[in-house]
């Protein structure tokens, strides 16, 4: 018989604080340095690249190699792709264990089905442990949660009939993540600010700077002025807004003008300063 494999995009949520929520809603930044820490703590062999920062629950879903982190005070957060997670009790155990934590949830929704499934480890104690398809379920371990309940009745969901779960496993999986986190990966929610890293040895991505605009000589912004006052043209319109432009260029143009001659200014007080010195030096010759 053929094995079924799973693909997901798994969440890992460390928490030691009694309200996760209320870290994530003051939307901390996200340290560069902590995920390129873990990372090297789990396999020092790997080639680290950052690759961006961004917010967690409005970017696209990390592919092959591929991890986003963050740590907050009293939180942190993993997300990778893995390319079989049919059981959360076996699926990268080297990613559950990397951080010490009082409480583990994951989260894992998959790229090209409906299976999607959660877990919750205390220290290092399993509590709760579902995944599943609509059709199937794959694990289920531990006691149902409280807010399981209305899923399980088909309350939540159009009912298909058969040997169908009475809910979609995805929505149960985002009702974990409310009931434990305090909040689901939306739009709607607090930024959760990342910092995206790969390892397959890509080189960092490389992010052009704006160019600085060029500021124009008074002559050229004054022949503009001239040219609009002598050659006038019957198809040009001049508007209010085109010639505040204009002073305002000129403007920019006599700034830059001054500048320009202090600097010149102050290189020859400079000189004739070092030229006097040089006099009084050897005025006693």
Do not use: C
């Amino acid at each position: 018989m053929q094995s079924i494999s799973y693909p997901a995009v798994v969440t890992f949520w460390f928490v030691t604080t009694a309200d996760p929520a209320a870290v994530l809603e003051s939307e901390p930044k996200a340290d560069r340095g902590f995920g390129r820490k873990l990372l090297s703590q789990i396999n020092p062999a790997w080639p680290i690249t950052p690759i961006g920062e961004f917010p967690l629950n409005r970017s696209s879903k990390p592919g092959k190699s591929e991890f986003y982190i963050a740590g907050y005070p009293g939180v942190a957060v993993v997300q990778t792709f893995v390319t079989d997670s049919e059981k959360l009790t076996e699926t990268v155990r080297y990613l559950r264990e990397a951080l010490p934590a009082a409480d583990t949830y994951m989260f894992a929704e998959g790229t090209d089905s409906d299976y999607a499934g959660f877990a919750h480890y205390v220290g290092e104690d399993l509590r709760r442990s579902l995944t599943a398809t609509r059709e199937r379920v794959l694990e289920d371990l531990g006691l149902p949660e409280p807010f399981e309940a209305p899923y399980w009745a088909g309350e939540k969901a159009e009912q298909l009939g058969g040997i169908t779960l009475p809910f979609e496993p995805k929505d149960l999986m985002r009702e974990a993540q409310r009931h434990w986190v305090g909040l689901e990966l939306d739009g709607e929610g607090p930024d959760v600010h990342v910092v995206g890293y790969a390892i397959d040895g890509r080189p960092e991505p490389k992010i052009a700077k704006p160019a600085k605009p060029q500021v124009k000589t008074v002559e050229q912004v004054a022949a503009r002025f001239a040219e609009g006052d002598g050659a006038y043209d019957d198809y040009e319109v001049r508007t209010r807004d085109t010639e505040g432009e204009e002073f305002a260029e000129l403007a920019d143009a006599s700034v830059a003008a001054a500048r320009r001659i202090g600097r010149d200014v102050r290189r020859r007080l400079g000189r004739m300063k070092d030229a006097l010195v040089e006099k009084i030096r050897h005025a006693d010759r």
